[in-house]
């Protein structure tokens, strides 16, 4: 009975393929590389599946993907990836201290009788379809291959990510 070259499996007769591992019956032997040198040559050859506009956009999401892509080996060397992972962190420490600062003129708004829940309820609105649309809209820029800037925080972001 033949032997599969490549992996030494039993062959049946007449076998065009190894049932094994699939090797074509008859093809030489693969050679597996030796030496420290596949390692990393192996590592860079492979594939994230993620694409750098991809991984911009998802850095949005929350602070995770961001924190993320900012420690993560193929992501943390690519500027444009680091910049929206940046600006995501940023942007969500600006919200939760906007989001502090509205409870605060929430609570003095509440000791207006109706006009003050009104307004409250207003702000709450505005600010929350805002910063919705705005959130959106960064990671439409990121997945576009676009690097939209916010105001204050897209500096800091340009700042880190250059380093």
Not at 17 to 42: E, T
Not at 53 to 80: C, S
Request: charged share 10%.
């Amino acid at each position: 009975m033949a032997a599969c070259t490549k992996c030494g499996a039993p062959l049946l007769e007449g076998a065009g393929f190894c049932g094994s591992c699939g090797a074509p019956v008859g093809a030489p032997a693969a050679v597996p590389p030796a030496g420290p040198a596949a390692g990393p040559a192996a590592a860079t050859t492979g594939s994230s599946g993620l694409t750098p506009n991809v991984a911009g956009a998802l850095a949005y999401f929350t602070i995770i993907p961001a924190i993320i892509f900012l420690v993560v080996e193929p992501y943390n060397k690519d500027r444009f990836i680091k910049f929206h992972a940046f600006q995501s962190l940023f942007f969500n420490l600006a919200w939760v201290v906007l989001v502090i600062g509205m409870m605060i003129v929430g609570f003095i708004l509440a000791w207006i009788p109706v006009i003050g829940w009104i307004l409250d309820l207003l702000l709450w609105l505005a600010i929350g379809l805002g910063g919705f649309a705005l959130w959106v809209y960064t990671m439409y820029q990121a997945y576009n291959e676009k690097k939209f800037m916010l105001p204050v925080i897209g500096k800091l972001a340009e700042q880190q990510a250059s380093r």
